[in-house]
Every structure is written in structure tokens, then in C-alpha cells.
């Protein structure tokens, strides 16, 4: 578990800069936006990825104690042991959203200066998310912590943060064609890259 959380550690200080620089890129955006709706679509993102700075300031330090040594053993009845277990898990979805904002902004930023460094951010972030999935699903398992993913719908058809391909730094194309056999569900009319208007 100890190797775990150094590799933990290093991923969410990365993010956790990559955080702070995107919502450097957006609080611009924000304050000059040309109308309401896109003042409001990017302050919903800009607040989203605040409180995962928030939770952040928490699990850093948590990952911190246990390196010490000082956060008890590494089993289910240590509740600081949970709490880190919780904390990680609500994170692993933090870095899933992460992920979508950065593919919202690759929509909207087309200068080549933002593409380019959302298009890192995305690439290094993703790598993490499938990181720490794939840990946290071995943790969860051989800890038999009884966790169940209330998010692993998200991936229940594969990995739909896969489908977006960069193939360069000024388009955004979707390249899987599991997104075309997918059955066609209700149809949603109201969502949050809905309100930046075409």
C-alpha cells in the first residue's frame, strides 16, 4: 500500500497544479464573457474543479499521514484507513471530470497557446484517472472494504473518455464507433455544454 499511495501522492499534486492552472485559464473567460450563458457554463466548471481543490487540500495531507506512518494500519477497521479509502475513490471521479472539463474546453479554446496545454493536461490527467481506477479497483478488492463504485456505470460500456481523440491541436474528433452502436436513449435536453449556445 505504501508504493500505492507515493504513486497516489505525485498523480494528485500533479493535478491538483493542473487544477489551478486551468481555472487560471478560465477565470478570464469568466470575467469577460460575451453573455450570461457563457459566464455561467464556465463558472460551473470553475466551481466544480474549486471544491476538488477543496477536497484535494484534504487527501494530500491524508496520503501524507499514512506515509509518515502515522495514520494507523492499512486495514477496514482503521476508520482513518476508510476515510482515506473514501476520499480516494470520490477523487478517482474528481479526475473523470477533470477530464470531461478539459474535453469541453478543447471544444471551445481553439488558439494554438490553450490547445496545447489542455491537450497535455488531458493526456496526463486521463493516464491518471485509468491509474487509479485500476489501482483503487485492486485496493477496494483486496482490502474486501464491501466498497461498491457508485460511478462505475460510467465505464460499464468501456471507457467513454477513451472515444475523444486529440489528432491535433485544433480539432476534437470522435473516433469510436462504440458511440455509434450504442442504443439511443431518452433524449436529454438540457446540459451543461447545452448552455454555450452554437
Not at 2 to 30: N, Q, R
Not at 58 to 66: C, D, G, S, V
Not at 132 to 151: C, S
Request: charged share 25%.
Amino acid at each position: 500500500m505504501k508504493e500505492e499511495l507515493s504513486e497516489f501522492y505525485d498523480i494528485f499534486t500533479g493535478t491538483k497544479k493542473d487544477i489551478e492552472s486551468f481555472m487560471a485559464m478560465l477565470d478570464p473567460v469568466i470575467n469577460n464573457a460575451k453573455d450570461d450563458h457563457e459566464r455561467l457554463y464556465y463558472h460551473h466548471i470553475f466551481e466544480e474543479e474549486e471544491q476538488r481543490l477543496a477536497r484535494l487540500a484534504e487527501l494530500i495531507p491524508l496520503i501524507e499521514t499514512f506515509q509518515a506512518g502515522r495514520g494507523g494500519d492499512f486495514t477496514p477497521s482503521n476508520n482513518t484507513f476508510n476515510r482515506l479509502l473514501q476520499e480516494l475513490n470520490l477523487e478517482k471521479f474528481g479526475l473523470h471530470n477533470f477530464v470531461e472539463h478539459l474535453d469541453l474546453a478543447l471544444f471551445q479554446f481553439k488558439d494554438a497557446e490553450r490547445q496545447a496545454k489542455l491537450s497535455q493536461m488531458r493526456e496526463s490527467n486521463y493516464k491518471s484517472y485509468q491509474f487509479v481506477k485500476e489501482k483503487l479497483a485492486g485496493i477496494n478488492k483486496r482490502f474486501d472494504t464491501g466498497y461498491t463504485d457508485p460511478h462505475a456505470h460510467h465505464d460499464e460500456h468501456g471507457d467513454h473518455l477513451n472515444h475523444h481523440a486529440h489528432s491535433d491541436h485544433h480539432s476534437h474528433v470522435h473516433t469510436s464507433a462504440a458511440l455509434l452502436a450504442k442504443p439511443a436513449g431518452p433524449k436529454r435536453t438540457f446540459t451543461v455544454g447545452s448552455l454555450i449556445s452554437k
